[in-house]
């Protein structure tokens, strides 16, 4: 296993089977964190960028089966933020908090043309900000309009590459559409975020390996990895969820694989562990994204639970994050953070 890992770290690329054989053998995990850790700092550097997240919204014509805010689910007080509310809350993580990325995420929520989150993006850009786009699937077209408007990145997971387990899962959407999107997103000119859930029903250490060869195919440049927690209000609530551990090995391959990446340490690791954020930190991850929603929104922002106290209020929550950077010896990020592999474009 020890030729395999620092093979990776010398050629970046490894078989379907060779990802499948270190993804299955719980001896070698300290190397290959430890592997990841060498591939980030020499690669990346020891910055970590931080992203301001809005949640602007948890209304959505999706019914995945995974995620609370799915259509049918009735046990969830809906929210959409008005076009002011989004701008004030952006304004405070630039002005007053000092970040220097704002995510805007929601669910599938068709309030929001393209007209209104243009107009959104455009304010949001006067501040002098890095913007990213979580909002899902949308014609070409609407993409190029918001890369046009300012967007500067754009965050669409695979979820799963497995065709079967994404159709069983993901109910009325289709899998080649998801792919079709990621592609539209490039041609847009985004930098283009991805990524996967670790632990679906049905989900095999052979799947997670073709989801990283397709991150690599892709030519993604940044990958986000979360472990799946299953949510009561779902048809997935029996179902046994992922592992802090398993997502951690699958997204410290992803960075012996995509060395120049961005990688969050995402707010479900620190969900299933007090200490998940440190320990992504410390196998490959170099962003956090800060939840600067205000708590009385975040609360039905219930994508699974316990997620929605991950840091506390806004300002808490950034000062957690970084007192976090500065003890592993690490260095909040000064920049808007552009992904190596982007930049090189
Ligand atoms: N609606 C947009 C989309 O699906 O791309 C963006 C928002 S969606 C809530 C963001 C991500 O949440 C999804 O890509 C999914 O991977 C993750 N998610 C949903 N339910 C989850 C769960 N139960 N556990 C962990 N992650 C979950
Ligand atoms: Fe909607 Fe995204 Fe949740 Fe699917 S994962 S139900 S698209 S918010």
Redesign the pocket.
């Known amino acids: 296993m020890h030729k395999l890992i620092q093979k990776a770290v010398v050629e970046h690329n490894l078989s379907r089977a060779e990802l499948t054989e270190i993804l299955q053998d719980d001896s070698c995990k300290t190397e290959l964190f430890a592997a990841a850790d060498e591939v980030r700092r020499r690669y990346v550097g020891d910055e970590v960028h931080l992203r301001g997240l809005i949640e602007f919204s948890n209304i ?1 014509r ?1 019914n ?1 089966c ?4 799915r259509r049918d689910n009735r046990n969830i007080k809906r929210y959409r933020m008005d076009e002011e509310t989004v701008c004030a809350l952006a304004e405070h993580a630039v002005l007053k908090m000092g970040l220097k990325t704002i995510v805007l ?4 929520d068709l309030f929001y043309t393209p007209e209104v989150l243009c107009r959104i993006l455009r304010r949001i850009k006067n501040l002098d900000v890095a913007v990213t786009l ?3 699937e949308k014609s070409l077209q609407e993409y190029q309009a918001y890369k046009q408007a300012g967007a500067d990145r754009f ?3 695979i ?1 799963t590459t497995d065709k079967e387990l994404y159709l069983r899962h993901d109910p009325g959407m289709s899998w080649e559409q998801r792919r079709h999107c990621l592609h539209d997103l490039k041609t847009a000119g985004f930098e283009l975020g991805t ?1 996967c ?1 670790v632990g679906l029903p049905g989900q095999t250490t052979e799947s997670y390996a073709d989801d990283i060869l397709f991150f690599k195919q892709i030519g993604a440049d940044m990958i986000g990895i ?6 009561p209000d ?1 048809p997935l609530k029996t179902a046994a969820g992922g592992t802090l551990d398993m997502a951690l090995r699958v997204m410290a391959l992803t960075r012996l694989l995509l060395p120049d990446i961005n990688i969050p340490a995402t707010t ?1 690791m620190e969900t299933l562990a007090k200490d998940g954020q440190r320990q992504a930190l410390q196998s490959g991850a170099n962003v956090i994204m800060p939840n600067v929603t205000q708590v009385d929104y975040r609360r039905y922002y219930d ?2 639970p316990g997620k929605s106290t991950v840091g506390g209020t806004p300002d808490k929550a950034l000062e957690k994050v970084k007192n976090l950077i500065s003890a592993i010896g690490r260095q909040v990020g000064t920049g808007y953070g552009a992904s190596k592999h982007f930049q090189k474009k």
Do not use: D, K, V
């Open positions: 959505c999706n995945c995974y995620c609370g805010l995420q929601s669910g599938e979580s909002i899902g965050l669409l997971r979820e990524g859930l979360g472990p799946f927690i299953p949510h779902t479900a994508l699974y």
